[in-house]
């Protein structure tokens, strides 16, 4: 079930190929590259109406950072539609939600033209889906006994830092614990549970007592202060953004400048390439909350109401669908900031609603109910002992490693022993993400409704004499977000007005342009009226009203209503059959 590392998942296979038709894919393994990369091209194979992969680019170790696009094809460019944005893996041992972006383009396109729901967001939204952002960390932590943040590349020195370093000392495959026999040692044996390790309490003077260290071998010099070593591979991928980033001495992880890796630099590329975009949802593990905005400054900084209003409406909606609290991201009571993180850098410079949502807590999978502000904090006593059994009902046992002696080749007898952590506790056992998955991927379908969506509610076209024609155009924005997303949106420049633009061959505006500026449209989902107001009906349409010189020759008039983040949709006026004082089409 939980396997030493990377387990193979797919469908069932006939001639060494993938059968769509017949089963899903098991979504209790963990893919390696190989195996992901495999899939979304037998996805694409099958499904090229709905599905599109291609590559942003290649990792250091040559490994293409896919990204999938998935919309009903035959209804519409997938750059006309209103998108969401969903990425996951972005620090390496975080696989998880890798596994979760692929069950969502599963989802999408084996369920399409099967439930209305998805044939209907299809048709009218666009997904871009990164399973993978991190691929050589991810091959690294899935195919070795190593972890680490996000990359197994030197930084920020050259030479390993003095000090202990994690290893897998004894072969077995894991990097566990070793513990000590030390007569001023800080731990002892648990009377719950003998497995399990605690740290010795004011009255704790008699007994065997411990010190207690990640499995591994020391580099320099050997003396009793043994603390854990700098990480060698220290970049972190969701530091390296370009807002508020913070050089290395300030934020660990940074790198030497921001969109250091070209994992990052092809995020910031793709947004830039996608004005349609309008929320993003970036899938991180573990601790079982969402964090939301702000990321790297208090609340109070923002000038104006997106984070109170329909943002946290969504927020609320992550609460209610999965059952698991929202965090803010910025921390108001110990001023800690995340600086150069994607989700900071995504709303403030280019006005995209954005949420990370912690996906895995073991600790709710043992039945151990915490504080809901203390989701990533240790375990007391009790609770570690409550997740020792849930282990062995549930898992098998596979989980935690007893205690074995060991000839250490630094500190001589040692016993090493504990949690395998990597499929524990940062990513869930594999048969738990369908189950988990499930959730979370219909909240991203929520959100994906929520997008601002136009639609042409009605044309007139009325002949005013000869070559002269009146056009009337009225557009709606059907979304619960406005036109604009958000304000943010508008305050750095991003958010292109509603526009009406007519074509036609030799066709001429008497009065101005082909083309009208509509301004932004709300959506259903503004602020409501206070009472004491009455009902204020939100602008919700917009008329333009276009003359037009139109040749005889031409009888077909071609009218577009777009917005960058609400889409683009078209619609053709016959001059022959339209051309009546009350005619439109409906």
Known sequence: MLGRYAQPMMAKERDGGLTLDDAAPDFSRY????????MLHDWEAAYPHLLSVESLGTSPEGRDLW????????????????????????????????????????????????????????????????????????????????????????????????????????GDGHILQMRILDPAGEWRVSDLDDRLMVRRGLDDEAGTRYRLLPEGTVHGPLNGDLQPAAPRWGLDFNRSFPHNW????????????PLFPPETRATADFFLAHPNIGAAVAYHTFGGFVFHLPSSTPASTYNHDDLPGPYQELTDAFTRVTGRPGFQSYDEATDTARSGSFMDWAY????????????????DAAGVHRDPEDLVGPLDEAGEAALLRWNDEHLGGQGFMDWQPFDHPQFGPVEIGGWTYKFTHQNCPG???????????????????????????????????????????????????????????????????????????????????????????????????????GPVPARRSAMARLVLRV????????????????????????LTTDADDDAGLS
Request: proline share 7%.
């Open 31 to 38: 893919p390696t590259y190989d195996q992901l990369t495999a």
């Open 67 to 170: 990204s999938a696009t998935v919309t009903d094809m035959t209804v519409g460019s997938s750059d006309d539609k209103p998108a969401i944005y969903i990425d996951g893996n972005i620090h390496a041992g975080e696989v998880l939600p890798s596994v979760v972006c692929l069950y969502t383009i599963w989802d999408l396109i084996s369920r399409f033209s099967q439930d209305q729901e998805v044939t209907d967001l299809l048709h009218t939204r666009t997904f871009y889906i990164r399973p993978r952002v991190a691929p050589d960390g991810a091959e690294r932590y899935l195919t070795s006994p190593d972890r680490l943040r996000s990359a197994a590349r030197l930084w920020p020195r050259e030479q390993p830092a003095p000090g202990l370093h994690a290893a897998d000392v004894d």
């Open 246 to 257: 913070q050089p290395e001495y300030r934020q660990g992880g940074a790198g030497p400048y």
């Open 348 to 363: 403030s410079q280019r006005g995209v609603y954005t949420w990370v949502p912690e996906l895995w807590d073991a600790a």
């Open 431 to 533: 048969s738990y993400i369908p189950a988990l998955a499930r959730p979370h991927v219909d909240w991203t379908y929520l959100l994906a409704r929520a997008l601002p969506q136009l639609a042409i509610e009605r044309t007139t076209v009325t002949n005013l004499g000869g070559e002269l024609w009146a056009l009337e155009v009225q557009a709606v924005n059907e979304g619960y977000l406005p036109t604009n997303g958000s304000q943010q949106a508008i305050d750095v420049g991003l958010a292109d007005p509603v526009t009406v633009t007519v074509e036609g061959a030799g066709v001429e505006a008497v009065d101005g342009e082909l083309s009208r500026n509509l301004g932004h449209l709300e959506g259903y989902g503004g602020k409501a009226d206070p009472p004491w107001r």
């Open 551 to 574: 040749p005889a020759a031409t009888d077909k008039l071609r009218v577009r209503v777009a917005s960058s983040k609400a889409g683009a949709v078209s619609r053709i006026v016959d």
